[in-house]
């Protein structure tokens, strides 16, 4: 079974500071999506990363793709209190639809 | 209009009661996914269908059923309920194939059972 991991699971910054989610998986995929997970909510998409190299940004965050290292980061700058949510990476395997979904890391952004 | 909706949105039950969760999309997707996210937030994928036909079938006890009548609805039927189903069910959607395929979720159904 493909296993993907998110580090660190939980997070807690003060308001204004960079840090970056790592999420690995175990199998080859070129295709690595983000969600957003507020609490006691539904998942939202964030991101969908396709290629090697892939660079998204959106705001204050932005993620990318290294299908050699089979490794995906969130970067978080200038953090902000809005930010505070769960974020997970998901995996999709190359024959399609099934997602595997990483451990998910608790973000905490401290005013 | 709600993309993808579940009914209920709270289930409360006792051990060994049999309750089931209703999910319809209106999104035109043709992919259909029941995930299970536990207390610790863990995703797990349980089922998936795509256009009414089981193609993901991961380590599940055989007393959850999923059940897809078109490809607009999948319905989840669990029986002999027990303290470790207690979650939060997610269903969720997309398109089928190779290529960027975003999961749509709907809002989840948590479960609790006593």
């Known amino acids: 079974e493909l296993k993907v991991e998110q580090n660190p699971l939980f997070l807690s910054m003060q308001e204004g500071k960079n840090y970056t989610i790592y999420c690995n998986y175990s199998?080859?995929?070129?295709?690595l999506y983000w969600y957003r997970q507020d609490p006691g909510k539904s998942l939202e998409s964030l991101f969908v990363l396709l290629s090697n190299g892939a660079v998204k940004q959106e705001g204050r965050l932005m993620a990318s793709l290294d299908t050699k290292a089979r490794l995906s980061t969130l970067h978080i700058t200038a953090a902000v209190h809005d930010l505070s949510a769960t974020y997970f990476c998901?995996?999709?395997?190359?024959?399609?639809?099934?997602?595997?979904f990483g451990t998910g890391t608790s973000l905490t952004v401290i005013p | 209009d709600t993309a993808v909706s579940q009914t209920p949105k709270y289930l409360v039950t006792q051990m060994g009661n049999d309750k089931s969760i209703k999910c319809e999309q209106n999104l035109g997707h043709d992919t259909m996914y029941w995930y299970k996210q536990d207390s610790k937030k863990f995703l797990k994928i349980m089922f998936s269908?795509?256009?009414?036909?089981?193609?993901i079938n991961e380590t599940v006890p055989n007393r959850f059923s999923p059940k897809s009548p078109d490809k607009a609805h999948l319905n989840l039927h669990i029986n002999s309920l027990e303290l470790g189903d207690s979650a939060v069910y997610f269903c969720a959607s997309s398109l089928y194939g190779v290529g960027a395929n975003v999961l749509t979720f709907g809002a989840g159904s948590r479960l609790t059972v006593l």
């Open positions: 269908y795509n256009n009414k036909e089981l193609i």
């Open positions: 199998t080859t995929s070129d295709r």
């Open positions: 998901a995996v999709d395997t190359n024959t399609g639809n099934q997602f595997y």
